[in-house]
């Protein structure tokens, strides 16, 4: 099993910014992809951005110009770097990882979620 914990979220203002971290931990053999979702009241769980073990990134188009992902893979760790955020951002953040542990196929994980609001 891969346990993730989210950190970071909370209450910012419009046009703030917040980090969110995600550390992926138990007898992991590898990570593939590490990311993130986001789902509003009323919503379905949508794409936020994703980012594999090479590096390569992909993200919603309503985030493109103001989110950032990035890894740290020594750590098992992703982090979502918020800018410009909008009260349409608001949503809890569910960071998501393809992986596998020892002697098992690559397999989904979710992590609990964080709350991110966005309101003056």
């Known amino acids: 099993q891969v346990q993730l914990v989210e950190s970071g979220g909370g209450l910012v203002q419009p046009g703030g910014s917040l980090r969110l971290s995600c550390v992926a931990s138990g007898r992991i053999f590898s990570i593939a992809l590490m990311g993130w979702y986001r789902q509003a009241p009323g919503k379905q769980r949508g794409l936020v951005a994703t980012i594999t073990s090479g590096g390569s990134t992909n993200y919603a188009d309503s985030v493109k110009d103001r989110f950032h992902i990035s890894r740290d893979n020594s750590k098992n760790t992703v982090y979502l770097q918020m800018n410009s955020l909008k009260s349409e951002d608001t949503a809890a953040y569910y960071c998501?990882?393809?992986?596998?542990?020892?002697?098992?196929?690559?397999?989904?994980?979710w992590g609990q979620g964080t709350q991110v609001t966005v309101s003056s």
């Open positions: 998501y990882t393809i992986a596998s542990t020892t002697g098992a196929p690559l397999t989904n994980y």
